[in-house]
């Protein structure tokens, strides 16, 4: 069920696409966080209209920028597996035995969460996974990081600051020696079956690697309902997409 709040924003959004684009409707897609808001736009597009109407096409933003990449998005059953064959093989290199899929799949849903950070920052993998200090030697090593990039750095770093004293976090510390390489190699495992996480799909197409731009032609105008916190990533893409075409448009 909707709540009044968000009733009331999507029956904005419906006045406002109608003025905008009015008998066009067909030819725009609506692109929205998730699918919950679909529906309802529509019933308030038919209220607001008053007559029968063409709906635009509606997507999650999962959907619609899938629709860009030439790899195929990976289900998470498969990023697991990829991620536990590199590890283990970068294990092996060291001469080290292999981990367990059990044992490995709580730190495989920390590892890939945190792949996806650096990706939907645009972040430096080297950077953020090289260094194994506290955030005082971040500053002093990267002065000149603004603030949001030391608060990034800070989501990775702050288990690690409080002196490394359990072997948790002694466990996390030989981990992240590993990273870098790790988020190389998996990467590279995936392209090679022309698969692709999410978070580097849409980093593919802030910076236009093994991406298709043209695809926002498809439709005369591209509006994107309901971002109010974007990522770096989805930030320069949108930026671009703005100025290359100005096919696309933000209601907040």
């Not at 597996?81 to 060291?94: H, M, Q």
């Not at 590892?111 to 950070?117: K, R």
């Not at 992240?176 to 190389?184: A, C, D, E, H, I």
């Not at 692709?196 to 695809?215: C, H, I, Q, W």
């Amino acid at each position: 069920m909707e709540s009044v709040n968000e009733g009331k924003f999507l029956n904005r959004v419906a006045a406002d696409l109608l003025e905008r684009f009015g008998n066009e409707l067909q030819d725009v897609a609506i692109v929205f966080n998730n699918k919950r808001p679909q529906l309802y736009l529509k019933k308030y597009l038919a209220e607001v209209s008053g007559k029968p109407i063409w709906s635009p096409q509606m997507y999650t933003i999962q959907e619609f920028l899938s629709r860009g990449t030439v790899l195929v998005p990976a289900g998470q059953l498969k990023q697991f597996f990829v991620l536990y064959t590199c590890y283990n093989e970068l294990l092996k290199g060291e001469g080290k035995e292999d981990v367990s899929p059990d044992e490995f799949y709580p730190l495989a849903e920390i590892i890939l969460g945190d792949f996806s950070q650096v990706d939907y920052y645009l972040a430096n993998a080297k950077e953020i996974f090289g260094l194994i200090e506290d955030i005082a030697e971040l500053q002093l090593q990267f002065p000149n990081f603004d603030e949001e990039q030391l608060q990034f750095m800070r989501t990775f770093w702050g288990s690690f600051s409080a002196k490394k004293q359990n072997q948790m976090q002694e466990r996390f510390i030989e981990l992240w020696q590993r990273m870098p390489l790790l988020y190389v190699n998996f990467h590279s495992r995936l392209a090679k079956e022309n698969l692709v996480t999410n978070a580097r799909m849409y980093r593919n197409l802030a910076e236009g690697k093994n991406s298709d731009p043209e695809f926002l032609k498809a439709f005369k105008h591209t509006v994107f309902v309901g971002f109010n916190a974007l990522s770096k990533a989805e930030e320069q893409f949108l930026s671009s997409g703005r100025k290359k075409d100005g096919v696309l448009s933000i209601l907040m």
